[in-house]
């Protein structure tokens, strides 16, 4: 009988501490974006998002995750469609199809992993693959269920869902998704196995830095040519996840550490900057950024949120963001992998690009004509996006001190 035992470390304390923050936020934004007759539902589909990320950072054997992978999922697909337009259809049938080709390989790697080792608790599989670590068969198997949480992650080349899904769906559920959701299924997932399953062979850590420069890159460079506000930040969360992998691929605590600390990080700001894209949607009805122009004058605390956001999120001092970039890029070089941290540092400079080009074409500049009475956000939103903008900054200040205490014990995990 399959026993669900639930194994608890520093990784697992900050997916928790960013699964329950990005749901407040969520939360708070909804009882603005929502309307009311369809709060109750929206809430409760929200807790069963909430369950089955928990549920993915608690499992210690690999069907319970596969288990609670899934419950994650279905909750998103209803959650995308919530508002039942033809947009929000066609992105959740898009992350549908790609989520259950995921599963398959998932489920055929179960299926080699369970004949290979005879069980499926981390532990067997571990010592299963080390005995094994040559079978042609058992690589097969690594190699698939990595390939299904790449998807699942929205990473490159499997990236074709996550626009779509991100911009499509109602305002507080881009907040969860882009925030944590598919950090849970896809990134927090793959780290917790690399590390204590899959182990970091020579195959597993070119294929992670392949992947995570790659998505670097390409996210970065499709985030230049957007005019949709959130389609923006949708490829802008495919160049950030990048990082994480990148780290991840390098294999050492100091990157472990980095990855880690980024995965919080990326979850905090880019929720940040889901608030702040439902705060100029509400209040100017569009997303088209070439419409607008000037707003920050109008709405002062969602302009200076959004540059705190975006600041960090291009890895500008003294912000958090550039703390956890810093840590990977130094880690990745360190670890002999020149070329990957030089990409790194450059693809930092398109994040700023696209990033002042959103802030110019958005927040700076003369006021775009037709929004002489344009207000701020209400409460529900500032609220959040305040308290985002504030963790942001907070980290930043924090991280001598969140280094030595926290960081480097989440890196020594290995």
């Known amino acids: ?72 999922a279905v909750a998103s697909f209803i959650l995308i469609a919530f508002e039942k337009g033809k947009n929000a259809f066609e992105g959740a049938f ?16 179960l299926a080699i992993l369970l004949m ?10 571990k010592d299963a693959l080390l005995s094994s670590s040559n079978s042609k068969i058992a690589i097969l198997a690594v190699a698939v269920f990595v390939v299904g949480l790449f998807i699942k992650g929205g990473l490159v080349p ?4 996550l626009p779509d899904a991100y911009s499509s769906a109602p305002s507080p559920v881009s907040v969860v998704l882009a925030g944590i959701v598919t950090k849970a299924t896809g990134v927090y997932t793959l780290v917790r196995l690399v590390i204590s399953v899959f182990g970091f062979s020579e195959p597993v850590k070119l294929m992670l830095l392949l992947i995570g420069t790659i998505s670097i890159v ?28 990148l780290g991840l691929g390098a294999g050492t605590e100091l990157a472990i550490a980095g990855a880690v600390f980024h995965l919080f990080n990326h979850a905090i700001f880019k929720s940040l900057l889901f608030v ?54 130094v880690a990745v070089w360190k670890a002999g992998f020149h070329g990957y941290a030089a990409i790194a540092i450059l693809a930092s400079l398109l994040t700023l690009a696209y990033f002042l080009s959103m802030q110019r074409r958005v927040f700076f500049g003369k006021l775009a004509d037709g929004f002489a009475g344009l207000k701020e956000a209400g409460p529900w939103i500032i609220i959040p996006a305040l308290i985002l903008m504030l963790i942001t900054v907070g980290l930043g200040l924090g991280f001598p001190w969140l280094f ?11």
């Open 158 to 161: 499997f990236h074709g869902w």
């Open 276 to 329: 702040n894209a439902a705060a100029v949607e509400e209040q100017t009805g569009t997303r088209n950024m070439d419409k607008l122009g000037g707003i920050a004058s109008k709405m002062p605390v969602t302009g200076t949120t959004s540059v705190v956001a975006f600041l960090s999120t291009a890895g500008i001092p003294p912000l958090s963001g550039f703390w956890s970039k810093l840590i990977i890029i």
């Open 1 to 72: 009988m399959l026993v669900f035992r639930p194994a608890v470390d520093n990784i697992s304390f900050v997916m928790f501490l960013a699964i329950a923050i990005v749901a407040m936020s969520s939360l708070f934004v909804s009882q603005s974006a929502i309307k009311e007759n369809g709060r109750f539902t929206f809430i409760n589909l929200l807790l069963l998002l909430i369950i089955g990320m928990n549920g993915v950072v608690l499992a210690n054997d690999l069907f319970t995750l596969y288990i609670f992978l899934e419950v994650t």
């Open 94 to 109: 898009k992350y549908v199809v790609l989520s259950a080709v995921a599963s398959a390989l998932i489920l055929a790697s």
């Open 218 to 245: 390409v996210g970065a460079l499709a985030a230049l040519g957007q005019s949709d506000f959130k389609r923006m930040l949708s490829y802008s969360s495919i160049s950030q996840v990048g990082y994480i992998i």
């Open 116 to 125: 290979v080792s005879g069980g499926l608790g981390f532990y067997e599989v």
């Open 404 to 414: 030595g205490t926290f960081l480097m014990p989440v890196g020594s995990i290995l």
